[in-house]
């Protein structure tokens, strides 16, 4: 079957996130690695596709999209699944936390992975302490979320809402390397549930092959092997 679109992913980055959405869509799809290494996502051509120079992007038929939120919410509607319907009563309240898992959580993450491109050259130490606090606030607010509405976090109904914050989880408990003491995923125990129940799938196993991210990829998650990129 001629793949329908082509994944500019790096390991372990955003990309996991489209990919994951992807295998469970069952649609055929290439991928592209974008070298962080050597700062491809900077490059003239790949700029083309992103012109924010981030990962993922994805190729369509319809041309390219880019921002992990948008991609997952233009797969799910022209597919059918992973989110609910636009005339369905769910469907707002499914945004509404799509769009907090990205521009507040995943926004916030990125400002503790990289403190030097918000703050400045030294300020992991001073801006640490209150983001995470913050972050903290944030996952218990979510696990309270995933363990009294069924109808949105571990529901196949809003599947793109786990297949978001499952990666989410996983960067908290890896990046910033050796400052992850503020993290334990037991203390969110329905989010511990609801990542152990999607590493059953044979759709996150793949994935996780396909980025050598390890067996338990959400709950005793390791560093990609090959290590190309990190968290973003």
């Known amino acids: 079957m001629t793949p329908e679109y ?30 962080r290494a050597s700062r491809a996502q900077d490059g003239a051509a790949y700029r083309r596709v992103n012109p924010v120079g981030r990962i993922p992007a994805l190729e369509t038929p319809q041309g390219p999209i880019f921002e992990t939120a948008a991609i997952l919410l233009w797969l799910a509607d022209r597919h059918g699944a992973l989110m609910p319907a636009a005339d369905d009563p769910a469907r707002g309240a499914a945004l509404s936390w799509l769009f907090f898992l990205s521009n507040t959580l995943h926004a916030e993450l990125r400002m503790l992975f990289y403190p030097e491109i918000y703050a400045g050259p030294g300020a992991g130490e001073q801006i640490r302490a209150p983001l995470t606090a913050g972050l903290q ?15 949105s976090f571990g529901s196949a109904h809003a599947l793109a809402l786990d297949l978001y914050l499952a990666p989410l989880l996983r960067w908290c408990a890896l990046y910033p390397v050796g400052h992850t003491d503020w993290f334990d995923l037991q203390t969110y125990p329905a989010l511990a549930e609801l990542a152990a129940r999607l590493e059953a799938r044979d759709t996150v196993r793949a994935a996780a092959h396909s ?22």
């Open 6 to 35: 082509r994944l500019h992913y790096a390991p372990d980055n955003a990309s996991l996130i489209i990919r994951l959405a992807l295998l469970e869509l069952r649609a055929p799809f290439d991928t592209v690695l974008v070298d």
């Open 137 to 151: 606030r944030h996952l218990s607010l979510l696990n309270r979320q995933a363990a009294t509405d069924t109808g």
């Open 211 to 232: 980025e050598g991210l390890g067996p338990r990829p959400f709950t005793a998650p390791r560093h990609a092997n090959p290590p190309i990129g990190s968290a973003t």
